[in-house]
Every structure is written in C-alpha cells, then in structure tokens.
C-alpha cells in the first residue's frame, strides 16, 4: 500500500516571501503521480500542481514549483512571492498510473501567509 | 465546461437517521466518480469510487454505502448515522482512462459538512 506523509502541521510565512512544504511517499512502484492540492477556508480543494514520476523535470505553474526527489521519495512544493490569497491547507497525494485516479492524501499542512 | 454539484453544503442529523448525499457532474461522460471524507485534523480519505453505472468499489468497511443510478450521478447513504459519521464529505470526478497511464486529476465539488448529533 502506498502512504503520503506530510510531517508539518503548520506553517507561517510573510507576505512577498518564499515556504517550501514538505511531502514524503512511500510506494515500491516505479510509475505513479503526485500532486499538490489547495484548500482555501471555503474548503474548496482546488489542484496546485501534478508531477508524472517518470519525468526528471520539475514540474512549475507560476508561483508554485515542486521538487521532486524520486530516488528520495520526496515531493516538496515551494511557494514563491506567497501571498494572502495562499492562505490554505496543503495536501500531498499520490496515484499510482492506471488506477484510475484513486488518489491517496497526506494529512495536509496549514500555511498562513502573513500580511 | 465540466462542474460538479453536491448537496446539501450543511447536514444536522441525530444518531439513528438515515443520510443521503447526492452529487451530479455536468459537462462530461462516463466520468470516474469519487466520494472521499475529511475528519477534522486528517487527510483525505477515499470512502467509494465507481467507473460505470452500477459499479462501485469501497475502499473502507462502514456502515456507508454509495449508489450510481445514472452515469454522472453519485449518491452517499446509510440506513442509520453514527456519532463518527462526522465530518466533511467530498465529492469528486475524473475523466476515465481506461487502460491508458494518463492519470487525470480530481475535480472536486464544494463539500457537505455533516455533523452527527
């Protein structure tokens, strides 16, 4: 079975500034997804970011670029120029390729951007 | 464009009573559908997922149940609430791939915050 950790409850940042969140999995499959998904105190969840495991390039939108360390099994996501409006909770998850999305989460983590 | 609705966004039910939440997806076909819950201080836990009319797979033992009576209509029951019933449930969809490994990501709808009483 595959599991997403995301060890940090809680995270601050100032506006303007840059946070990185971090994310771990656990699979032994070669060819699987990660994403990161936002959810706004309107508990919307809303997709950040997809990386596809085999691509060594990092995947970016924006402000919002990841680093993925496969070898690591790591899937940190970085927040550039943060803002008020990234105020939210952050979940890591992961789906194995054909698995028709089943998508597993980590616990999320908490990030307040600070005027 | 594709949007998903689910109802109701509040839900008050005493122990004992039956629940159904019902979510609809519009704007695409034979879409994969989702029911996932989040408990307080938790992640995302995938409750049911189906493929088809019909089709539904669980993934967690409960006193739940999910029913597909049409392709883009997903509904969430049970005869009889628990306390741990509790929490927010999420509706979601994806486009089916089939066999290919193109995973589409999940379109979540805005949520019903069930609260058990």
């Known amino acids: 079975a595959q599991t997403v950790t995301q060890s940090q409850p809680e995270m601050s940042v100032q506006e303007a500034e840059t946070v990185t969140l971090s994310c771990t999995y656990d699979t032994s499959e070669n060819n699987y997804y990660l994403f990161w998904y936002k959810q706004p105190p309107s508990r919307q969840m809303i997709l950040v970011i997809r990386q596809e495991a085999y691509k060594q390039q990092n995947a970016t939108e924006n402000r919002f670029s990841v680093n993925f360390q496969k070898a690591a099994k790591s899937f940190s996501l970085k927040i550039s120029d943060s803002q008020l409006g990234d105020t939210a909770m952050y979940f890591c998850?992961?789906?194995?390729?054909?698995?028709?999305?089943?998508?597993?989460f980590g616990k999320g983590i908490t990030l307040s951007v600070r005027p | 464009s594709q949007t998903i609705h689910q109802w109701p966004a509040t839900l008050v039910q005493p122990v004992g009573s039956p629940l159904s939440l019902e979510c609809t997806v519009e704007?695409?076909?034979?879409?994969?559908l989702y029911w996932y819950r989040q408990a307080a201080g938790r992640g995302l836990q995938l409750l049911f997922y189906?493929?088809?009319?019909?089709?539904i797979s669980s993934e967690v033992p409960q006193n739940l149940s999910a029913s597909r009576p049409q392709d883009r209509q997903f509904i969430l029951s049970s005869k009889k609430l628990l306390l741990s019933d509790s929490g927010f449930y999420l509706c979601a969809w994806s486009v089916r791939q089939g066999q290919s490994s193109y995973n589409s990501p999940l379109h979540f709808g805005n949520g019903t915050r069930l609260t058990v009483t």
């Open positions: 704007g695409t076909s034979n879409p994969n």
């Open positions: 998850a992961f789906s194995l390729t054909g698995a028709n999305s089943k998508l597993t």
């Open positions: 189906s493929v088809g009319i019909g089709q």
